[in-house]
């Protein structure tokens, strides 16, 4: 297949392991990965916002850039629902755009859904020997139904311990400007999440948003838990990324430490 990776503005600019993680699984089940340089946002944050109409451009944008693939690939739910639900909607009143919409966000998957439905594989050959907590994120619960795909996978993982997250179904309190525009419930809302993720004793929790992780992982850390948010496809793809995160924590908590004495 010619997959081509959306990689999203959080991931590009904040995360880019996580892209990085992508192209090493699917390269690793013998795909070959693209990545075109003309991609942009997706403009979820301009439509969610009531910014319509200037969201429309980098509708185009998105689907003239990835009309030529056969699979486009994002380690976003929020950013694919983006796509496949809002998509259409923002395009309807003009004919072309919506053909072009029609043609490619069908074709547009969240990680775990292009790894089970369609190249109809749940081992990607990983390990990590970790207890890990999973927080099915909103987008992709409620609009992508992504169901227990993500699970399927980490489950598969030789080493893991994957432990169930008591009312994952609760939204971790990010939601984008919702964070900010409601600061007090947003929380609230996060107390509520880091508790339970602490309750199950695990090391890391992943979710396929790392919108959500940098929320949740946020308060993990001024909690002082030592548990560690980590995208699920960091996880998949091997111990490596893992390996080489610890050691430049390690050698920044050196530096401060010198720096301190």
Known sequence: MRIALFVTCVNDLVFPRTGQAVV????????????PMEQSCCGQMHANSGYRAEALPLVRRFVNTFAPYDAVV?????CVAMVRESYPRLAASDAELAAA??????????????????LGVTDVGAVFPHRVTYHPTCHGLRML??????????????????????????????????????????????????AAVCGTGARYVAAADNSCLAHIGGGLSRGGTGVRALHYAEILAGMQVLEAEQ???????????????
């Not at 919409?101 to 369609?118: F, G, K, N």
């Open 101 to 118: 919409v029609d043609a490619v966000a069908p074709r547009t998957y969240e990680l775990s859904e292009l790894l089970v439905d369609v």
């Open 24 to 35: 090493r699984i699917l390269e690793r089940l013998g795909h070959r990965v693209e990545f």
């Open 247 to 261: 050691a430049l924590d390690s050698e920044q908590i050196l530096d401060g430490t010198e720096e301190a004495a």
């Open 74 to 78: 994002a380690p976003s739910g929020s």
């Open 145 to 194: 139904r992504l169901g227990d795909r993500p699970q399927r996978l980490l489950r598969a993982v030789r080493g893991l311990d994957l432990v169930e997250l008591p009312g994952g179904d609760e939204c971790c309190g990010f939601g984008g400007t919702f964070a900010m525009k409601n600061a007090d419930v947003s929380a609230a809302m996060l107390a509520d999440k880091c």
